[in-house]
């Protein structure tokens, strides 16, 4: 039988409490704070999976110093894939088309519509959705609205189509720059994305809801 190290438990304790946390009814996508006690355990699970190896197959094998090299660099590579893994799942390029004589100050991403076409962003080295925006500047997606990266929207590009990059008009005073504020609400029963390309930034609420009536913007 196998001796019990601390790091056996260690790696035992933890998917078990992974698996718990997955099948707890307190697992919800939207629950950041669950998310950091998901991932913050798990970060670690690699390193000790991998440190764990080298120790079992090559201690009879190998000089101790040599072991504890190869344990770091297995630590140190483990760690760094897990950064470049969660960089690519999290950096999703999204580009936006809109008409030539576009001249709304907004462009609405309307999710959880049946039938409508889905923005789940592409598979690849680069991780990207392409989206043509209609004249009414109301794109429905059938895409269920997750709080996350791969679903919502964090930064865009936009262009006519005629190949014309939009350029934005309102500063960004936290990234030093020009950008297109995005954010995110509920209406009608639909959660929806809102992106500002006037100079008239929209938060949720009641900026929302004064531009959906002064509009007449419904929800289909």
Partial sequence: MKKLTPLRVYIVVIVLYE???YVSPLNDKHNWGLAVLIWIPLFTLLPAIIVEVFLTVFKNKLPKIVLILLSI???FISIIGTLVYLNWSNNIKT???VPDNYDKEYILL???KKGAPDITPSFGLQRERKVTIPPSGIFYTSTVYESSDVVSIRNVEIYYRSGKKMKPRIYNV??????FPI???MYQGHPYVIISTG????YGGFDCDSLFAAQKIHFK
């Fill in 19 to 21: 698996l718990l946390l």
């Fill in 183 to 185: 954010n995110e609400g």
């Fill in 95 to 97: 580009t936006l088309y």
């Fill in 199 to 202: 100079t008239t930034r929209f």
């Fill in 174 to 179: 936290y990234s030093k720059q020009m950008d």
């Fill in 110 to 112: 309307v999710y959880n």
């Fill in 73 to 75: 660099i297995g630590v």
